[in-house]
């Protein structure tokens, strides 16, 4: 990788804030400011479409954050703070580069999200709206009503989770293996509110994917931890459209399948 902002630029990567200023900006209805930048293969309907799925009440909390879709955007190296932009797709590149990095743009926060490293419009979103859930979060907090229900559901033993992090500070809260309480009952409650924040953050971005696209739970699963019991997560789906309902031209529905 490049090993200075110069080498970057030569190489046909530029710094962040330079991509900030070039790009189209723009801001959904929501309030939700977002821009787009180079060849990210994002139609800007689908885009705005996309940014406008985050509910009012939670858009609210995101005054200072800014929704940069760019082709890749990648550490100028290890360790380093410096986030470089490639206006195109390489593979070479696209090897290097990650899903987003946050970088300070004078009074805003810039999110650059790598367009080009997820593959469909069902990745895109679930990474846009991660972010969201993330930053709604730390502006916010979790609301009591969400913490009562899904620490109801971790002491009742519900099979499974929403993320990787919810399924690992989870079985640290309960102080036992695999999700499950241990034999002693000692709450940990540090690895509590993070578990409960991990599964707010995680509920409300798919709630939020849900409004933006059609999509199979399955399409969820990880391999590292089983997922959280579709009946389970439809209470916290249910209750986050109660929290932050959809706005105009967006709906939320579970719809079951049957097995064959």
Known sequence: MAESVQDGIQDGLIPAAEAARRATAGRAPNGVRYAAFGENNVDGKDLERMVQAVPAAVAGALARKCYIFVPLALSQGRGSDITLVAPAYTTELGDQAICHRNVTLDDTEGVFISTRLL??????????????????VDAAGVPEEFNELVWAQAVAD??????????????????????????????????????????????????????????????????????LAPNALAERLRLAAKLFPANAGYEFSVRYRRRN
Do not use: C, M
């Open 158 to 227: 519900v099979r499974g989770e929403t993320s990787q992090d919810a399924w690992e500070n989870r079985a640290a809260a309960l102080g036992g293996g695999a999700g499950r309480a241990g034999n002693k009952g000692v709450i940990d409650e540090k690895a509590r509110s993070s578990y409960l924040e991990s599964a707010f953050s995680d509920a409300v971005a798919i709630y939020q994917l849900s409004l933006a696209v059609d999509f199979d739970y399955s399409e969820l699963r990880e391999r590292e931890y089983p997922l």
């Open 119 to 136: 593959g469909d419009r069902f990745a895109l979103a679930f990474e846009f709206f991660i972010n969201v859930s993330h930053a709604f």
